[in-house]
């Protein structure tokens, strides 16, 4: 089973700054077969980036996914005050699909 | 626009055997590439896959939890159903239903379309 480690666990910014979340794999994930999802609280998680750069539908372009083997990277550019939430990665290289255990981006 | 609704019971006691149907609508499972994932978070954790059920009937499972649960699907009724046995207070959690993102030229079990999810709390 493929673990991945998000970090830091809690990420404090202000809103028009840059974020950078780091997703890291214990073993090399196929074909970049990554997404990130952003979770806001009483809501389900929504899809951001699939294929670790691809965005999904509607998803604004300040956020980009970047990254391949075991080293990813989610970044939002410029911090709107809606992004603050909880992030999540997901692997689906192997059979066995896994999520890390998110970042929280707070208001600093 | 493609929805997902999940539906069962908020209670059950330890060692009960829990129910889970996800209804859908505006997609088939009949409809090549198309699948139905759960996922689950207890309060206050992270998301958690349990198991995927594709159109060819196909079936992957979590494999620490794969000798407790069964998914099925009805392709008549637009649903999918998950069954977990044995349960216990930790599988308390929020269960959610997803439908697998379709792209036309590569594989994904990414999740585009979630339900709202179900909250199911394991106590006596």
């Known amino acids: 089973e493929i673990v991945l480690t998000q970090s830091p666990g809690t990420l404090p910014l202000s809103p028009g700054e840059r974020a950078t979340l780091s997703c890291r794999a214990s073993?090399?994930?196929?074909?970049?077969?990554l997404a990130w999802y952003q979770q806001k609280p009483g809501q389900a998680p929504r899809l951001l980036i699939y294929?670790?750069?691809s965005r999904a539908t509607g998803i604004p372009d300040r956020f980009s996914g970047s990254g391949s083997g075991t080293d990813f990277t989610l970044t939002i550019s410029r911090l709107e005050p809606e992004d603050f939430a909880v992030y999540y990665c997901q692997q689906y290289g192997s059979s066995r699909l896994t999520f890390g255990g998110g970042t929280k981006v707070e208001i600093k | 626009q493609i929805t997902l609704k999940e539906s069962g019971p908020t209670l059950v006691k330890p060692t009960q055997t829990l129910t889970l149907t996800c209804t859908f609508s505006e997609f088939s499972l009949s409809t090549s590439g198309v699948g139905v994932g759960w996922i689950r978070q207890p309060p206050g954790k992270a998301l958690e896959w349990l198991a995927l059920i594709y159109w060819d009937d196909d079936k992957r499972y979590s494999p620490s939890l794969k000798s407790r649960l069964t998914i099925t699907k009805d392709t008549s009724k637009n649903q999918v159903v998950l069954t977990m046995t044995n349960m216990d207070p930790v599988d308390t959690a929020t269960y959610y239903c997803a439908h697998r993102l379709l792209l036309l030229t590569d594989w994904s079990d990414a999740f585009d379309i979630w339900g709202q999810g179900t909250m199911v709390t394991v106590s006596s």
């Open positions: 294929g670790a750069s």
């Open positions: 073993q090399s994930v196929s074909s970049s077969y």
